[in-house]
């Protein structure tokens, strides 16, 4: 971006308005409602940076008839230190460039075409699905992009989205041609460099059915799988016992099986694999009957297994500071209430810091029974570096994003199957954004360990988003599925329908945006539920981690011998406590209420809140979270409630509740 030599653009804001009235460009350019939108656009990416605290309320609402809400803006920026400089490129590089561009006139010089991302040399596409390519450029006027198929134009826009795409008519060579001179092709136009996009019919495998046949020479019967999908086809047939891992017996598309009586059914299994992915198919029962014949009897026919126990982590972070808010909280919420309904014993974790979330992990990790049902969820603001995924913790700016920072995917499951879970399902439900290499500090991360499935919400280097109504376009799905009949299906096959859900999502799709959720397994047994039954509680767990205090409490408190209160505790999270306080008077003043945290081993107390009641009855309502753990890890966690009547000479009286030691804090020490 070159401004034009009239602009200066290191002069502050607010002295950009007294020196140049480029307020008067601004809406003379930019108008009425359109004019309103920038400002909502300038104030949500300004809000919370180096101390900048703006309201739509201080703009709009306070706007006198002699300042416009451009002026204001202008000002207040100035005042804590924008220039005009970082203003044009925040307007230059936003999703709404067009609608600046008139605008961005008054300040840019013209920039020729170049293009920074071309589209792939070849790809290679699943007919009836989607094909995206994307181009970009530089340039001003913001560039025009037209794309053409063996010389034809077939869409326009910085990315091409055709969906239902067939292998006849939509393979062919596809360019990009870029311009800022107009919408119109011109000779002036770049060309971006040839895909050669190649649509396969089906390629994944899939299995279509499992057919049973009687041979006609002996006591055997044959079961052939009938699947579909990009050749060469790989089948292999497995025996699946309870007792010990799956047992290969033939390759190819047909088992013959000698009949044999037998108390219970024998159960198999078919996996098709080929270049693009694998297919598994149910496991089939074969019933024998005492008269020589058999039956099939299509899976799912297990009955709920047994586990040793079924234990859930669920991480929510929300509240950053320099980054936008999350729905982790939300989110966590939604995916606890699902989980209960299948007996988890459930650990939640919201907001915490880097260090004490990684020992809290930890700690969870080493109360895991050896063949245990785990099921981790996680959501957050996330980052890709290098070939891993990380999680940012709510205390790690965004300028410190590197691995020792972040906390790695990978070494969260790797820990977990120190102590060898049965099954290890883990959502990772944040961002892959791609993060600069040099911020890259080499590390040796986990490998895929057996029996572990990890859906990840989005592909390496892209977004998860979120939904209008208030959470991830993952829990969105994820919770209608759970509510129908898919919630005795089993989990592999529940993910693969959310993953389908995923992609096609219409929020997503009228955004002009895509989101592709990525399944990595290793299972060696498939026919995991999340009814599986769990043959005990475990009470390390259930006792010591899920619950920050042994249970709800009440303790009746008093003031001045004649003012009665109630102080009552309840668990929301493992680390999160609600407070509720009840004044009940009487008193013919008002009453102030403080509330503080006591620390016994360094005598101090921490303020927590202080609230005035309008009247002489009242309820405080206080949600008070443990974001690091080290404040309780040695002592009791002792509330102190003071009381104050508004008078100048009035003293405070104060009650201290003391609470059983956090179970938290136990399992820390």
Request: charged share 25%; with cysteine; net charge negative.
């Amino acid at each position: 971006m070159k401004l034009k030599s009239s602009v200066k653009g290191s002069d502050y804001l607010h002295n950009v308005i007294a020196n140049y009235n480029y307020e008067k460009i601004f809406q003379g350019t930019l108008g009425g409602s359109n004019l309103e939108d920038v400002v909502r656009m300038i104030i949500d990416h300004y809000k919370n940076r180096a101390g900048i605290n703006i309201t739509e309320y201080e703009i709009f609402r306070t706007n006198s008839s002699s300042k416009s809400s451009v002026r204001l803006l202008f000002d207040k920026l100035g005042q804590k230190g924008v220039k005009l400089e970082s203003l044009l490129s925040f307007l230059y590089t936003c999703d709404r460039r067009r609608d600046f561009e008139k605008l961005l006139t008054h300040f840019l010089e013209p920039e020729s075409v170049s293009i920074i991302v071309h589209p792939p040399d070849k790809l290679i596409v699943a007919e009836d699905t989607e094909l995206r390519l994307d181009c970009r450029a530089n340039g001003f006027p913001f560039p025009c992009y037209k794309w053409l198929k063996d010389g034809k134009v077939v869409g326009e826009g910085e990315t091409l989205r055709m969906r239902n795409i067939i292998q006849d008519g939509d393979s062919g060579e596809y360019i990009c041609a870029v311009s800022n001179h107009g919408p119109t092709l011109c000779n002036t136009a770049i060309l971006s460099s040839t895909c050669y996009v190649d649509v396969q019919h089906n390629p994944c495998p899939r299995i279509i059915a499992i057919h049973q046949f009687p041979v006609s020479q002996g006591n055997d019967t044959m079961l052939k799988c009938e699947a579909r999908g990009d050749l060469p086809l790989h089948f292999t047939w497995y025996k699946i016992s309870p007792e010990s891992n799956p047992k290969e017996m033939e390759v190819g598309d047909t088992l013959r099986l000698p009949l044999v009586n037998s108390p219970s059914p024998d159960r198999y299994r078919c996996i098709v694999k080929n270049g693009f992915g694998k297919g598994v198919s149910h496991d089939i029962a074969i019933q024998y009957q005492q008269a020589g014949a058999s039956s099939i009897i299509h899976a799912p026919v297990d009955p709920p297994r047994l586990v040793t126990s079924k234990l859930a982590l669920f991480i929510g972070i929300t509240q950053y500071s320099g980054m936008q808010k999350t729905s982790g909280r939300q989110d966590a919420e939604k995916m606890m209430e699902v989980l209960s309904r299948y007996d988890f014993e459930t650990v939640s974790l919201l907001n915490l810091n880097r260090d004490d979330l990684w020992k809290a992990i930890q700690c969870f990790a080493d109360n895991v029974p050896k063949g245990s049902f785990v099921f981790v969820y996680v959501a957050a603001h996330g980052i890709s570096l290098g070939r891993e995924s990380y999680i940012i913790p709510p205390d790690v700016p965004s300028s410190a994003l590197n691995a020792d920072s972040c906390i790695c995917i990978e070494d969260i499951l790797k820990t977990i199957q120190q102590n060898v879970p049965g099954i290890c399902v883990a959502v990772i439900d944040t961002c892959r954004v791609h993060r600069d290499r040099r911020n890259i500090t080499d590390r040796e991360c986990a490998g895929g360990a057996p029996n572990q499935l990890v859906f990840y919400s989005t592909l390496d280097g892209g977004e998860a988003k979120e939904s209008l109504g208030g959470c991830s376009i993952f829990t969105k799905h994820f919770i209608p599925r759970m509510n129908e009949a898919a919630n005795r299906s089993r989990i592999l096959d529940i993910f693969q329908q959310v993953k389908t859900y995923i992609s096609r999502d219409e929020e997503i799709l009228k955004r002009d945006q895509e989101q592709t959720a990525e399944i990595r397994e290793t299972l060696n047994d498939y026919d995991f539920h999340l009814y599986d039954v769990s043959q005990s509680r475990v009470a390390t767990v259930d006792q010591k981690f899920s619950r920050l205090v042994s249970e709800s409490s009440s303790n009746s408190i008093r003031f001045f011998d004649r003012i009665n209160g109630t102080l009552m505790t309840k668990q929301l999270h493992s680390n999160v406590l609600l407070i509720d306080i009840l004044i009940d008077g009487p008193s013919e003043k008002k009453l102030q209420v403080a509330l503080y945290h006591e620390r016994a081993s360094e005598r101090v107390t921490i303020p927590c809140i202080s609230y005035t009641l309008p009247n002489t009855f009242g309820m405080l309502k206080w949600t008070f979270e443990l974001d690091h753990l080290e404040r309780v890890k040695e002592d009791a966690l002792v509330l102190r409630v003071e009381l104050t009547e508004s008078s100048e000479s009035s003293v405070p009286d104060f009650q201290t509740v003391k609470l059983s030691r956090p179970a938290i804090a136990e399992i820390m020490s």
